[in-house]
């Protein structure tokens, strides 16, 4: 909790009461007391200490943005509604905002935006620093439980009645709602702050863990290979055979599924296409450079090769030939063999028949995975779905259903791919409405 000296009053009737103290809630208390220095800014937050997120993200090191941003890294609004938020807060503003409060950034070859330090506790410590430096509140053990409109005041007067869990109450003029979604509710954002919304007249859209590793059945043969990684093509096709979703990054095999960026970015994909098409399927590619490998040129290649080598061993002239860039390929290769295949690794090639060679094929380019769920909520790191920006005026922020409420940050139906694109949502969000709420009241 941050105390600081001021009148009892500034706290119980705050001109801006932010409900959460995650990555958007911080960030909007602050540009809204630089802009506007003379407004009284309190943050009420239900955990016991805050910034949870900010501290396990990108594995403590926090990848607070991405050197590129674009509407195509993100799902659940449409690509403009995304871009009108983007562009209102751009990379280099976020760059300069952390470089000012003490946190200078790196970039990695893969475009992920760090701090050089790699401590997400720096970024957190550096936002709380300047919380504390502009004076604003934070009360942490604060559950808001309701809000209620009050109807019919003069503006300059408290607009909203905010009741906490542990009975206490604030009249704020105006509220940021900055609760988060769903994921690893253990960090405070449980999903109550929908309630609170839905409350407030907004609607929620169907939400569904994202960013979060995918499970195979108990015994699927590639548990055993846990820890074998490799980059790979993941396809997400529809019970018909059409693609849904193609995404190109590591994978990495685990005791319970799938996991790397591959999989964690294809699962809320992955989630929303099953729910309706409980049929709808999920492979890799097992060959890297795909688009020079038809199936009718790996055939051709196969048959050439039975005829130059006809005793090579398939297993050896497969992972020389086509697996060279999966470490422990040959592992992976007897385990497809024997448990999906059912093809004797050590086949002479001349012996191969025109099933299984046509059967190997077909796994080589397209390995199905029989993904059956998700970790769920404790090992997402997003929520898909919210509330929809159709309900929010995107200049402002504020709510097209409840005057002076403002949504921000992982609330929103919005979620982006891994890469420090969640962070920048919450960044860009939390900068229109700090700078809408300052022009807007005095
Ligand atoms: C393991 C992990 C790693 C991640 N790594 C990255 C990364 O490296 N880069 C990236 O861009 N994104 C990352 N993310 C995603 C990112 O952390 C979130 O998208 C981002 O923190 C959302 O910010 P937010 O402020 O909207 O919500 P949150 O950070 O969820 O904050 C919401 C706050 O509201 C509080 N709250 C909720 N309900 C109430 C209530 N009723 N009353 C009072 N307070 C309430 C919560 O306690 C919480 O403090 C990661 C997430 C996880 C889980």
């Known amino acids: ?161 905010v009741r906490t869990e542990n009975t206490h109450q604030f009249t704020p003029r105006t509220i940021i709602l900055a609760t988060g979604g769903r994921s690893l509710p253990k960090s405070g954002s449980d999903g109550s702050g929908y309630t609170l919304a839905q409350a407030l007249g907004h609607t929620i859209t169907n939400t569904t863990p994202a960013l979060v590793p995918l499970t195979f059945p108990k015994g699927h043969y590639l548990t055993s290979l846990s820890g074998l990684s490799f980059d790979t093509t993941l396809t997400l096709s529809a019970s018909t055979g059409k693609t849904i979703h193609q995404h190109s990054a590591s994978l990495l095999l685990t005791h319970f599924g799938l996991s790397g960026p591959a999989a964690m970015d294809i699962s809320r994909h992955f989630i929303a296409a099953t729910q309706n098409d409980p049929h709808a399927k999920l492979t890799a590619s097992l060959i890297s450079d795909q688009s020079n490998h038809s199936f009718e040129s790996l055939e051709q290649q196969l048959i050439a090769a039975a005829k130059q080598s006809p005793t090579s061993h398939l297993i050896n002239h497969i992972t020389k030939n086509y697996l060279a860039h999966i470490p422990g390929s040959s592992k992976l290769l007897t385990a497809i063999f024997s448990h999906h295949l059912n093809i004797d690794p050590t086949t002479p090639l001349a012996q191969l028949s025109r099933d299984h060679r046509r059967s190997l094929i077909h796994t080589l380019l397209a390995l199905p995975l029989n993904v059956t769920g998700n970790r769920g909520w404790n090992y997402a790191e997003v929520t898909a779905g919210g509330i929809p920006l159709t309900e929010i005026n995107l200049k402002s922020m504020s709510s097209r259903h409840t005057p002076n409420l403002h949504l921000i940050g992982e609330i929103l139906n919005v979620d982006g791919r891994i890469g420090g694109f969640n962070f920048q949502f919450a960044w860009s969000t939390a900068y229109i409405a700090a700078q809408a709420i300052s022009a807007s009241i005095d």
Do not use: W
Not at 1 to 29: C, E, Q, R, Y
Not at 35 to 41: D, F, K, R, T, Y
Not at 70 to 80: F, I, R
């Open 1 to 161: 909790m941050t105390h600081i000296n001021k009148p009892i009053s500034s706290l119980t009737s705050p001109d801006v009461l932010i409900i959460g103290a995650g990555a958007a809630g911080l960030f909007a208390a602050i540009h809204t007391a630089r802009i506007n220095p003379n407004l009284n800014i309190l943050i009420l937050d239900s955990a016991k200490q805050v910034g949870t997120k900010i501290l396990v993200s990108g594995g403590s090191r926090c990848n607070v943005t991405h050197h590129k941003v674009s509407p195509k890294d993100y799902a659940g609004a449409s690509k403009n509604q995304i871009n009108k938020i983007l562009k209102s807060y751009t990379i280099k503003q976020t760059i300069n905002f952390f470089e000012q409060i003490g946190i200078s950034l790196k970039q990695e070859p893969t475009g992920k935006m760090f701090p050089t330090t790699d401590s997400a506790r720096d970024v957190l410590n550096a936002l709380l620093s300047e919380c504390s430096r502009l004076g604003i509140t934070i009360l942490t053990n604060h559950k808001v439980s309701s809000i209620q409109p009050l109807h019919s005041r003069p503006p300059s007067s408290p607009q909203f009645e």
